[in-house]
């Protein structure tokens, strides 16, 4: 009975052991609450180079539904058309989350465009040249009926670019979670309205590199992370 007693003790504190490891391994601060508060619509600028905002053009609104998926997951975004003097057209979107744990992952275009019913039609990894350092972006091509809207995005997660692909961002998600830091992140997106993805894709970096140009380092850093040169 002695030895019993003796096992069903070690089980309990072994077990109370693990408890309490896993509990003092739950991040707890997060690095939103540990530097300046971003303001998205502040940060970036309706006017830079060539480029203007557009205010009577509106990005594709997402369904209600969707609406109330990113009001859970974001603390701010940003949708916003911009044209330059040659008549060309950019939508921007800007996600910003300030908790990107477990219960805060981000909404993909590869989810969020399907439900506005467009088919994805290709989608490919690439890196875009951002002019301060090189970054891994994700490409799709979408279509709605006549409307064809090649698209470019990336994702960060504390100061890193994680990627398109979920293990990318659960590495950098436990890369934090052993410091015991909940990080921020934000999904950047840019997108056009063209048949020749080749030349939309080529609009869009030089848009990305134009409006990153027009920002202090501090900003680009919040957007790109620490791009590698």
Same mark, same amino acid.
């Given at each position: 009975?002695?030895?019993?007693?003796?096992?069903?003790?070690?089980?309990?504190?072994?077990?109370?052991?693990?408890?309490?490891? &896993?509990?003092?391994?739950?991040?707890?601060?997060?690095?939103?609450?540990?530097?300046?508060?971003?303001?998205?619509?502040?940060?970036?600028?309706?006017?830079?180079?060539?480029?203007?905002?557009?205010?009577?053009?509106?990005?594709?609104?997402?369904?209600?539904?969707?609406?109330?998926?990113?009001?859970?997951?974001? /603390?701010?975004?940003?949708?916003?058309?911009?044209? /330059?003097?040659?008549?060309?057209?950019?939508? =921007?979107?800007?996600?910003?989350? @300030?908790?990107?744990?477990?219960?805060?992952?981000?909404?993909?275009?590869?989810?969020?465009?399907?439900?506005?019913?467009?088919?994805?039609?290709?989608?490919?990894?690439?890196?875009?040249?951002?002019?301060?350092?090189?970054?891994?972006?994700?490409? =799709?091509?979408? &279509?709605? @009926?006549?409307?064809?809207?090649?698209?470019?995005?990336?994702?960060?997660?504390?100061?890193?670019?994680?990627?398109?692909?979920?293990?990318?961002?659960?590495?950098?998600?436990?890369?934090?979670?052993?410091?015991?830091?909940?990080?921020?992140?934000?999904?950047?997106?840019?997108?056009?309205?063209?048949?020749?993805?080749?030349?939309?894709? &080529?609009?869009?970096?030089?848009?990305?590199?134009?409006?990153? /140009?027009?920002?202090?380092?501090?900003?680009?850093?919040?957007?790109?992370?620490?791009?590698?040169?």
């Amino acid at each position: 009975m002695r030895i019993m007693n003796t096992r069903h003790l070690a089980l309990a504190l072994a077990m109370l052991a693990a408890a309490g490891l &896993a509990f003092a391994l739950t991040p707890r601060d997060k690095v939103a609450d540990q530097g300046p508060k971003l303001d998205l619509d502040r940060m970036i600028p309706k006017q830079f180079g060539a480029w203007n905002m557009d205010e009577n053009i509106v990005p594709l609104q997402p369904d209600p539904e969707t609406t109330a998926l990113l009001d859970k997951l974001y /603390n701010q975004t940003l949708m916003r058309t911009y044209v /330059n003097d040659k008549g060309e057209r950019i939508m =921007l979107s800007i996600a910003y989350g @300030g908790d990107q744990s477990e219960s805060m992952q981000v909404h993909k275009p590869e989810v969020c465009y399907p439900a506005q019913g467009f088919q994805v039609v290709k989608e490919f990894d690439a890196k875009l040249d951002t002019g301060v350092g090189t970054i891994p972006v994700r490409r =799709l091509v979408t &279509a709605q @009926g006549m409307r064809i809207e090649p698209v470019t995005y990336w994702m960060t997660i504390g100061d890193k670019v994680a990627f398109g692909h979920t293990a990318s961002w659960k590495l950098e998600q436990l890369r934090f979670g052993l410091t015991g830091k909940i990080p921020d992140g934000l999904l950047f997106r840019v997108s056009s309205i063209s048949d020749d993805d080749a030349r939309a894709y &080529a609009l869009q970096d030089r848009f990305v590199k134009e409006m990153l /140009n027009a920002l202090p380092a501090e900003s680009r850093t919040r957007l790109i992370g620490r791009a590698t040169l």
